[in-house]
């Protein structure tokens, strides 16, 4: 069992649709990332969350800590959202290991 | 842009064989971290430097090695190369010694095919 599961593995929506990505982990962790992954494979980092809720745009990140548990919610999705998004845990201080899930793969149709 | 800098963009060469990747961080920062991302295995955390030192291994092979050099930026030799090599390998920066709570800046990517 992987230590970082992604839920769903392909998600295909409307324009305008409210989108969520779910990701659990097994592991106690220091932190949680999201990344997106555009089809030209450019990675950017969207959120760290290591407690509450975050927000920026249309996207918003939560974690619940006890139930090992993250979602990414995008609200009124464009085509431009269309990506990977890939859920990350890092857990150790001085053996630092960043742990990620398989992606998450999201194509908006306008 | 990160300002995170990789090359090459593509490099094609035969099993056996040796690469250098090259990565250079965004300006100031400090750590420099080094995944490999192939179809079946996802991301992978190979190795990380903080400011000239090696600081944390992930699932580096043994016919890899790394280095960073006193202007910061960091060399990914891969050697005696097979077809299960071919990925995308990819470098990230970090400002600070590489916290799992710090925010990575990632690279565009060097192509890896190995045939």
């Known amino acids: 069992k992987n230590e970082v599961e992604q839920s769903p593995q392909n998600l295909t929506a409307q324009e305008g649709e409210f989108i969520t990505i779910n990701c659990s982990y097994s592991?106690?962790?220091?932190?949680l990332h999201w990344l997106q992954q555009h089809p030209g494979g450019g990675i950017v980092s969207l959120f760290m969350?290591?407690?509450g809720k975050k927000k920026h745009g249309r996207l918003i990140a939560t974690i619940n800590i006890q139930e090992k548990h993250s979602s990414l919610h995008i609200t009124a999705s464009h085509p431009r959202d269309s990506a990977v998004y890939i859920c990350a845990v890092g857990s150790g201080g001085s053996n630092y290991k960043l742990t990620f899930g398989k992606g998450t793969l999201l194509t908006v149709n306008p | 842009d990160s300002g995170v800098t990789q090359t090459p963009k593509h490099l094609i060469t035969a099993t056996g064989q040796r690469v250098t990747l090259r990565c250079s961080p965004r300006?100031?920062?400090?750590?420099v971290y080094w995944y490999q991302q192939s179809l079946d295995q996802g991301l992978q955390f190979l190795i990380q430097y903080y400011n000239g030192e090696e600081r944390a291994k992930g699932n580096i092979l043994e016919r890899f090695s790394a280095q960073q050099f006193p202007d910061l930026h960091s060399e990914l030799n891969l050697s005696s190369l097979e077809l299960g090599d071919s990925a995308l390998y990819f470098c990230?920066?970090?400002?600070?010694?590489?916290?799992?709570?710090?925010?990575?800046?990632f690279g565009p990517g060097t192509r890896l095919t190995v045939l």
């Open positions: 969350l290591s407690s």
């Open positions: 592991v106690g962790i220091s932190a």
């Open positions: 990230a920066s970090s400002p600070w010694g590489g916290s799992p709570r710090d925010t990575q800046y």
């Open positions: 300006s100031g920062d400090l750590s």
